[in-house]
C-alpha cells in the first residue's frame, strides 16, 4: 500500500494496467469473509478510487477487467489470461509499482480465470464504469464482442443488463464501415450470435427506445402544489390514498397532475386534479400513479435501463443512447423482422436526431413489406399497442402497458398494409 500511494501520477496508469485485473482475482467470497483480508482490500481499491478520479487522462485496463468479471463461463478466452496466486502472494504482489517483472507474469498467466462471483461483479462493474468514458472509440469498440459474449454466457440477468447498460455507452461512437460487406464483418459478433441472446439484447434496446423522462410541472402548478401541502394536515402513517397537494401521474394521458382534493368513498375515492392546461378533472385512483412508468415498459424494464442507483438519465444521455441504438440497427445487416419494432419506436420519438434515423431506415425497407407476412412479428407489434396481460404474468413489475399513442399510430399505419389471412 505504501509503494501504491508514493505512485507518481505519470507512472499510476502503467502500475494500475496491472494491478487492477490481479486485485479482482482475490475478491472471492472466502477472501471476503476474512475481515482482515477485506479491510486491507477496501483499502487499496478507495486509493485506487481516489487517484483515478483525480487523474483526468488516466486510462484503466477495460478489456482485461471485463475479461476478469466474465470469469472461465465466457466463450472466448484469449492468450493472455490472469493468474490467480495464493491470496498472500496476490496481496503483496498489488503493492508492487508495475515494473517489467510483473508484466512478464501477467503474459505467462494461465489461459484458464475463475468462476465469476458477485463481489468481484461489482468491484469490476464500478472500474467499467469509470474506465469507459475515458477509452478511444477504437478501444470502446473492441469491448463489443466482450460484452455481447458476457450476455450470452452470463446466468445472471443482473449481469446482463449491468453490460447491456455499459453497452449501451458506446454505441454512439463505433465506427461504422461504409462497405456493406465490412459491417457484416465488423458487427458478425451480434448479427451471427445465437437467437435467444439477440433476442435479449434487441428486447433491452427497444426498451431504452421507448424510454420517457417522467413529464414535469409548469412552474404555476408546482406552486399551487406547494400551497396544498402546507395547509392539507399529514396523515399519520403511510396514507393507501393520495393527497392534496401531491404530484401524481395521470396514465391516460401520460401527464404529471397535482391532485387538489380527495372525494371519500369508502374504499375506492376518487379525486379532483389539476391538469397541465390548468382544467380541472375528476377520476379514480386507478388511473393515477405515484411514480412515473412511461407508455410499453414494465416496472422491471424500466428498473433494469436505470440500474439500482434508480436516478433518471438526463434528456441529453437519453438521446444519445437512443441515436447510438438506431445507428447500429440501421446498418442493414439485421432482419427487418427483428428491428421493426425497434424503427416505430424511434420514429415517434419526440427527439428530432433519433426520429430522422429511424425515418431513414424505414424508407430503405422494401416496399413490398414481407416481414408483415410474419405472424410473430405482427403479433408482437399488436402486443405493443396493446400491452401485456396481466394474467400472462406472475409479477405485476413484469407487466408492461401499452405504448403511446404516437408508436401506437407509427405500428397502426404499418399493420394495415397486412396480407397475413389470420
Not at 490472469?82 to 489461459?111: F, I, M, P, Y
Not at 468491484?123 to 469491448?143: A, D, N, W
Not at 449501451?168 to 441472446?197: M, N, W, Y
Not at 447510438?324 to 421493426?340: E, H, Q, V, W
Amino acid at each position: 500500500m505504501f509503494r501504491l500511494s508514493v505512485t507518481k501520477d505519470e507512472s499510476f496508469e502503467k502500475v494500475i494496467t496491472i494491478l487492477l485485473p490481479r486485485l479482482l482475482l482475490v475478491l472471492t467470497p472466502k477472501n471476503w469473509n476474512n475481515v482482515p483480508l477485506r479491510n486491507k482490500m477496501v483499502q487499496i481499491f478507495s486509493h485506487i478510487n481516489k487517484r483515478v478520479k483525480s487523474i483526468s487522462n488516466i486510462k484503466l485496463p477495460c478489456k482485461e477487467i471485463l475479461k476478469v468479471v466474465l470469469g472461465n463461463t465466457q466463450n472466448e478466452t484469449k492468450k493472455k489470461g490472469l493468474q490467480t496466486a495464493d491470496t498472500k502472494q496476490d496481496l503483496d504482489a498489488s503493492e508492487e509499482d508495475g515494473d517489467d517483472e510483473d508484466a512478464e507474469v501477467l503474459d505467462a498467466a494461465k489461459n484458464k480465470l475463475p468462476a465469476p462471483n458477485a463481489v468481484r461483479t461489482n468491484f469490476g462493474m464500478v472500474y467499467l464504469t469509470l474506465g469507459l468514458p475515458k477509452l478511444s472509440v477504437l478501444e470502446q469498440g473492441e469491448l463489443l464482442p466482450l460484452f455481447v459474449d458476457g450476455v450470452a454466457s452470463s446466468s445472471a440477468e443482473e449481469q446482463k443488463y449491468s453490460l447491456l447498460r455499459l453497452m449501451i455507452q458506446i454505441l454512439p461512437g463505433v465506427k461504422i464501415p461504409t462497405v456493406i460487406e465490412e459491417r457484416h464483418k465488423t458487427f458478425r459478433f451480434l448479427a451471427d450470435c445465437d437467437s435467444t441472446t439477440r433476442d435479449f439484447i434487441f428486447d433491452f434496446l427497444l426498451s431504452v427506445l421507448l424510454y420517457k423522462r417522467p413529464p414535469i410541472l409548469s412552474n404555476a402548478a408546482l406552486q399551487r402544489s406547494k400551497a396544498l401541502r402546507a395547509t392539507t394536515p399529514t396523515a399519520p402513517g403511510k396514507s393507501a390514498f393520495f393527497q392534496a397537494g401531491q404530484v401524481v401521474y395521470y396514465k391516460a394521458t401520460d401527464e404529471a397532475v397535482v391532485v387538489l382534493s380527495l372525494h371519500p368513498d369508502g374504499n375506492n375515492p376518487y379525486y379532483t386534479i389539476l391538469m397541465p392546461n390548468g382544467t380541472e378533472k375528476q377520476t379514480i385512483g386507478n388511473k393515477l400513479a405515484a411514480t412515473y412508468l412511461p407508455p410499453g415498459l414494465s416496472l422491471n424494464a424500466k428498473n433494469n435501463i436505470l440500474g439500482p442507483s434508480k436516478k433518471d438519465l438526463t434528456q441529453d444521455v437519453l438521446n444519445n443512447y437512443k441515436f447510438g441504438i438506431m445507428r447500429i440497427l440501421g446498418t442493414s445487416i439485421f432482419p427487418t423482422s427483428a428491428i421493426l419494432r425497434h424503427i416505430h419506436a424511434g420514429r415517434a420519438d419526440s427527439n428530432n436526431i433519433v426520429f430522422e434515423k429511424a425515418d431513414e431506415i424505414y424508407r430503405r425497407l422494401q416496399q413490398s413489406r414481407p416481414e408483415l407476412e410474419n405472424v410473430s412479428l405482427v403479433r408482437s407489434l399488436l402486443e405493443m399497442c396493446i400491452g401485456d396481460l396481466a394474467q400472462a404474468k406472475q409479477s405485476v413489475d413484469y407487466i408492461a402497458s401499452p405504448v403511446g399513442k404516437s408508436v401506437t399510430l407509427c405500428v397502426t399505419n404499418a399493420l394495415y398494409r397486412i396480407i397475413v389471412i389470420f
